[in-house]
């Protein structure tokens, strides 16, 4: 089997000069302005979320530089005690090509066409936490990162008000996860032939990735097949037994790589995760 290491988090709307091979950071990339992108074909393996944009699944933005640059990639509201918590990928936070997590991020919950007023309708970001593996060397490999290619977010609270109590959160799982059962995996994929404008999601099967046919980098991940979740979905939230009367599932992993031909892998959060969810919750987001 090809290795999935390609990320998915995008990191620039006029060029793409992150690593083809790494999907994680790919799919959730970086953009600004109006995205410049193809038009979407007809029918495509990641169709528009048919409910529309839920409140516990959004884009996360960044600058990128004082030239109007923007960084993006998705990630979901999890429910924490505190009600401040979003779930990413760790490569959303920093990489081989950018080790320092940018100055200033903001999470959009159901985003929707709303790059003009992301700052107005997102949460700003207080603080980041991934796990302590998690280590990037400028221009290293990302390949041995991916086993950790997760993280935790916290965000501001608005008005009083804390980003769960206004939007709702998904239910964070830890591994083991279950193999084969259905999964939704949702993102803002900004590359052609998508614009990172509108929630995009494939749905099917998983089977976790083990044994002596899985690289190393994927032991652990979850496969979904017939996905073209492009750049810009890095981050997004895969989730089981999806409830459109709340907006909220069980959330089992988050999108981290993919072959860039239609397989993809989510990162499950693993039991030791949980310490990084007390931090995450215990952080200051007044």
Not at 53 to 62: D, E, L, S
Not at 76 to 101: K, L, R, Y
Not at 238 to 251: E, K, M, N, R, V
């Given at each position: ?6 990320p ?6 006029f ?5 083809r ?13 109006t995205?410049?992108g ?5 029918a495509?393996?990641?169709?528009p979320?048919a ?8 884009k996360?933005?960044?600058?990128l ?14 429910d924490?005690?505190?009600?401040s918590?979003i779930?990413?990928a760790?490569?959303?936070?920093s990489s ?28 700003r ?5 991934t ?7 400028p ?12 993280a ?5 609270e ?21 193999d ?8 803002y ?10 929630l995009r ?24 097949e ?5 750049e810009?979905?890095?981050g ?8 459109p ?16 031909t239609?397989r ?6 693993p ?15 007044s």
């Amino acid at each position: 089997m090809t290795e999935l290491d390609r990320p998915a988090r995008r990191q620039d709307r006029f060029r793409m000069d992150l690593p083809r091979r790494l999907l994680s950071t790919l799919v959730a990339g970086a953009l600004t302005g109006t995205v410049q992108g193809a038009a979407a074909p007809g029918a495509l393996a990641a169709d528009p979320w048919a409910d529309g944009a839920p409140g516990t699944v959004g884009k996360i933005i960044w600058e990128l530089d004082d030239n109007g640059r923007l960084g993006v990639c998705s990630g979901a509201i999890v429910d924490a005690p505190g009600g401040s918590v979003i779930a990413t990928a760790a490569h959303c936070v920093s990489s081989p090509e950018s080790p320092q997590p940018p100055a200033e991020v903001w999470f959009v919950p159901g985003y929707d066409h709303g790059l003009s007023t992301y700052q107005r309708d997102g949460w700003r970001v207080l603080a980041f936490h991934t796990p302590p593996q998690w280590q990037p060397e400028p221009g290293g490999d990302i390949a041995g990162l991916l086993p950790h290619d997760y993280a935790l977010l916290t965000v501001e609270e608005k008005e009083g008000r804390t980003i769960q109590q206004t939007h709702g959160a998904n239910t964070l799982a830890f591994a083991p996860v279950p193999d084969g059962k259905d999964v939704d995996a949702l993102g803002y994929p900004a590359a052609a032939p998508y614009d990172g404008e509108s929630l995009r999601a494939c749905s099917g099967a998983t089977r976790v990735l083990d044994g002596p046919d899985a690289p190393a980098a994927n032991v652990g991940g979850l496969l979904l097949e017939d996905c073209d979740l492009t750049e810009g979905a890095s981050g997004g939230p895969w989730l089981q037994d999806y409830d459109p009367a709340t907006g909220s599932g069980t959330l089992v992993a988050v999108m981290s790589a993919g072959t860039g031909t239609g397989r993809v892998v989510g990162r499950p959060f693993p039991e030791e995760a949980r310490e990084l969810l007390d931090r995450a919750a215990s952080a200051d987001a007044s």
